[in-house]
C-alpha cells in the first residue's frame, strides 16, 4: 500500500512541476474563414467559380460537331467514356476567344441534371479568397456576364468576379442550342 502512495506522491509532484514549467500556447491571430475557387480569364475578364463546382479541367478535347445546333457549341466529346457537349463560352456571350487554343482549357461542369465543358481562354490556378473580401457591387461586371456573377472578391491587388455555373446552366438561352 505505501508503494502505491508513494508512486502517487511521486507522479503528483512531477505533475506540478511540468505544469509550472509549462508555456501558454501562442494566441491565435484573427482567424479569417476562406473559399477556395479556381481561377480563369474568358473575354479578358478575371473570374473564380468554387472549387466545388467544377469537377475536372482538362485540355479542350477533341469534338465531333453537331448539326443543327448554335455556333457556340463546338460539339460533343467522349471524356472518360461519357459524351459531354463542349460549349465556347465567349462565343455564347457573343463574343471570341481571345487566347491561343494552346492556353484554352475546358471547365468540367457537372451537376445532378446537366454536365457541360466550357471553353476558357485560360485557368489561372486556384486561390483562397477571404469571404470578407466579397462584394455584390456590380459596377464593373460586363453586361455579357452580369446574370451568373453575384458579385466579386476584392483586394487592393485586384478584383476576381465570381461566375455561380448553376446560373449558367439554368439560363434558358445556354440550354437552347439547337438552329
Not at 509532484?13 to 500556447?25: G, H, N, S
Not at 479569417?32 to 479541367?57: H, K, Q, Y
Amino acid at each position: 500500500m505505501t508503494e502505491i502512495n508513494e508512486a502517487y506522491a511521486r507522479y503528483s509532484e512531477l505533475a506540478r512541476t511540468y505544469a509550472r514549467q509549462a508555456r501558454q500556447l501562442p494566441a491565435q491571430v484573427d482567424y479569417t474563414p476562406t473559399r477556395s475557387a479556381i481561377c480563369f480569364r474568358v473575354l479578358g475578364v478575371d473570374l473564380a467559380v468554387f472549387i466545388e463546382e467544377i469537377n475536372e479541367i482538362l485540355e479542350v478535347p477533341g469534338c465531333t460537331r453537331l448539326p443543327r445546333v448554335k455556333p457556340w457549341v463546338k460539339g460533343v466529346a467522349n471524356v472518360r467514356g461519357k459524351l459531354l457537349p463542349i460549349v465556347d463560352l465567349a462565343g455564347f456571350l457573343g463574343r471570341s476567344l481571345r487566347s491561343s487554343p494552346k492556353q484554352q482549357r475546358a471547365l468540367l461542369l457537372d451537376n445532378s441534371e446537366v454536365a457541360v465543358g466550357l471553353i476558357v481562354d485560360e485557368v489561372i490556378g486556384m486561390k483562397h479568397f477571404p469571404v470578407n473580401t466579397f462584394s455584390r457591387e456590380r459596377d464593373d461586371i460586363p453586361a455579357e456576364l452580369s446574370p451568373y456573377v453575384p458579385g466579386a472578391f476584392r483586394s487592393d491587388r485586384d478584383n476576381w468576379l465570381l461566375m455561380r455555373p448553376e446560373q449558367l446552366l439554368n439560363d434558358q438561352r445556354f440550354m437552347d442550342v439547337a438552329v
